[in-house]
């Protein structure tokens, strides 16, 4: 429980320095607000249990969003930048598309 309570409030932590950073002017989604649509992810993200479907509901829709290659090259790098802060276990997140069947190209 009060790993959950920490991974919890590293997570505002994190979110809050990112909605200070804004994002850049040619980004179609910011930083903080992919890490904040992902929340649901956050509990397989950091180990605590296994996938769901509010999950990969909200990866997909995140995943449809960023439909340029700069697009997901921002994203990749807000979430390299900000998921070991997270508690985020890069093996779990590597598995999330193919388990969510989602196509990153």
Request: hydrophobic content about 40%.
């Amino acid at each position: 429980m009060a790993r959950k309570v920490m991974a919890s409030s590293v997570l505002v932590l994190a979110m809050i320095i990112l909605a200070l950073t804004g994002r850049p002017a040619n980004a179609v989604i910011s930083c903080t607000e992919a890490i904040t649509r992902l929340l649901p992810c956050e509990p397989y993200l950091v180990g605590f249990s296994d996938i769901s479907v509010p999950c990969c509901e909200a990866a997909a829709s995140l995943n449809q969003q960023a439909s340029t290659k700069d697009d997901r090259k921002a994203l990749c790098q807000c979430f390299k930048e900000t998921g070991p802060g997270l508690g985020v276990k890069q093996d779990r997140a590597k598995q999330l598309p193919q388990l969510c069947n989602i196509n990153v190209p």
